[in-house]
């Protein structure tokens, strides 16, 4: 799908929120159509992200909705902007899944993610060698070269992007299953020793002596947006691609899920302390 086409990642989380706010006044789509004198189709468009909304008629809709917040009109606003935004991956044509796409669409917009991980070290925190290993053992030999660079490309969030925040949480049964030459695993388990002294980065490892409840949990992010306090949404991952999770009882389970791993795994500077003594026995 066209960067341009419709619906897309960003269309589709402002027409969630305009829904929920339509609802939360308790409105039909025949009372906002007045609202905006328009017909019910273009409204059911709008919510549905099969179009995007003028700037003047989401400030009526945000009007009528009781939308006090500064910080959140702003956001939505922005995002209302973004709808036909050509990403920097819009250029890389099909070898990269729509799935992807609308990936690499939440994260740009993110300004807090939080990750977590059971078997590999987070994508953001991977380098070339491991990323590349990893790409030419799962995909097309055709696919490699781009979602390498893709993902390379990614990575400049970490440090070109004083606003955004990573979170992330790796069993420690990833960093001891790293596989490959010795020189790969000992390049990866120092640059995320080194990763996780960034400011923008807080990396913590769940270690194998855990009491965690969900021991069977797949890898999972939580995506919080700039200017956007009230849409956190999920991210899950499987082989082929992930899926997405916007309804609020679903994300406040995963939340949930997160603030107990969060409790449970070491604390930053003990999880470092573990990178570096895997490092060196990685070296033995």
Known sequence: MAQSDMPTMRSRRLGNELRRLRLANDLKVAEVAEILEC???KISQIENGKRGIRQIDLTLLLDRYGVEDDQYRVGLKQL????????????QGPLLRDTLRDYLTLEADAELMRSYEPALVPGLLQTESYMRQLFTASVPKERVEALVETRLKRKELLENHPDFRLRAIIDESALIRIAGPTALVQ???LHLHEASQLPTVTLQVLPLRAKFAYSQLQPFNLFRFRGEPSID????EYLTGGTLLEQRSDVQAYAEVWDELTAAALSPSE???????LTKESAS
């Open 271 to 277: 999880s470092r302390r573990l990178i570096k003594g």
């Open 187 to 189: 390049e990866q388990l």
């Open 39 to 41: 017909g019910q189709p």
């Open 233 to 236: 949404v999920a991210w899950l």
């Open 80 to 91: 209302a902007r973004d709808i036909h935004k050509v990403d920097w991956w819009s250029y």
